[in-house]
Each structure stands twice: as C-alpha cells, then as structure tokens.
C-alpha cells in the first residue's frame, strides 16, 4: 500500500537527489501504512520524526551542491526551504502536543508538496548544477 509512488517524471537527473527524493517518497508512504493500520501512536512519532530529520538532511545537501556550484537562484530556493522546515517543525510540534495523532491532511500535505516541490523548484536548479559539473551518476553508492 503506498500514498505516492516514483516517477521518472519526478527525476532531475542527479542520482544522489533522486535516490534521496526516493527515500523521502518511502517515508511518507511509511507513514501511511502506519496511519492505515492504525499502528500505535510512539511508531507514527518515530516515523514522523525520521521524515522531518531527514526533510532537514535532503534540503541541507541540495543548499550545500547549490552554494559550492554557485546556483543563482540559491537564496530563493533556501528561503522555499526554509519554510518547509518551519511547516514540519510545526507538524511535530502538533503531533507531540497531541493525544499522538497524525491526519490525513498531514500526509496530503507532505505529499502534495513534495512532488510540486520536485517539479516546479528542483527541476530548476539541476540543468546548472548538471552544467557546472555535478556528477549526473554515482561512481559507487557511498550509502
């Protein structure tokens, strides 16, 4: 059972990203199934809280390939971030604050705006990186 499913069409053509766009994916469906089977409350916390650290993790590796490689469009693409940071703090923050609940309007959110984030932003900033010299594949997985 899964909420999102990859795509190539979500792709921007730098393995690394999309791998961890991947793992992103998979956590928000991990955090479906969990809701779906009713799974107890410490385990949807867990799941959420790995999804926002992770969250954290992913957009500190693009702002750091967007800094090294001199993306124009940087601060812009960091503030997006930063809001979404600020948007899954506040979802943990309500999670915990809570009788340990997650909505459905939670995962819609997360997933609706992964998937706009990855079409509309991160597909922007690839072609420069890619033109710039960012590897496009691996030359072996490190993780």
Same mark, same amino acid.
């Given at each position: 059972?899964?909420?999102?499913?990859?795509?190539?069409?979500?792709?921007?053509?730098?393995?690394?990203?999309?791998?961890?766009?991947?793992?992103?994916?998979?956590?928000?469906?991990?955090?479906?199934?969990?809701?779906?089977?009713?799974? !107890?409350?410490?385990? +949807?916390?867990?799941?959420?809280? #790995?999804? *926002? %650290?992770?969250?954290?993790?992913?957009?500190? &590796?693009?702002?750091?390939?967007?800094?090294?490689?001199?993306?124009?469009?940087?601060? !812009?693409?960091?503030? +997006?971030?930063?809001?979404?940071? #600020?948007? *899954? %703090?506040?979802?943990?923050?309500?999670?915990? &604050?809570?009788?340990?609940?997650?909505?459905?309007?939670?995962?819609?959110?997360?997933?609706?705006?992964?998937?706009?984030?990855?079409?509309?932003?991160?597909?922007?900033?690839?072609?420069?990186?890619?033109?710039?010299?960012?590897?496009?594949?691996?030359?072996?997985?490190?993780?």
């Amino acid at each position: 059972m899964t909420m999102v499913q990859w795509s190539d069409e979500y792709s921007v053509n730098i393995q690394e990203i999309d791998e961890q766009h991947k793992i992103w994916i998979g956590l928000i469906n991990e955090l479906y199934v969990a809701m779906a089977k009713k799974d !107890a409350s410490d385990k +949807i916390g867990e799941i959420l809280e #790995r999804l *926002v %650290d992770y969250t954290k993790i992913h957009f500190a &590796l693009e702002e750091c390939l967007m800094r090294i490689f001199g993306y124009p469009g940087y601060e !812009a693409h960091k503030q +997006i971030h930063d809001a979404m940071v #600020r948007q *899954v %703090d506040e979802l943990m923050r309500k999670y915990r &604050l809570s009788d340990g609940q997650v909505g459905m309007e939670t995962l819609f959110l997360l997933k609706d705006w992964l998937i706009s984030h990855i079409r509309e932003k991160d597909t922007g900033y690839a072609p420069y990186l890619l033109k710039q010299g960012v590897l496009k594949r691996w030359a072996r997985k490190f993780w």
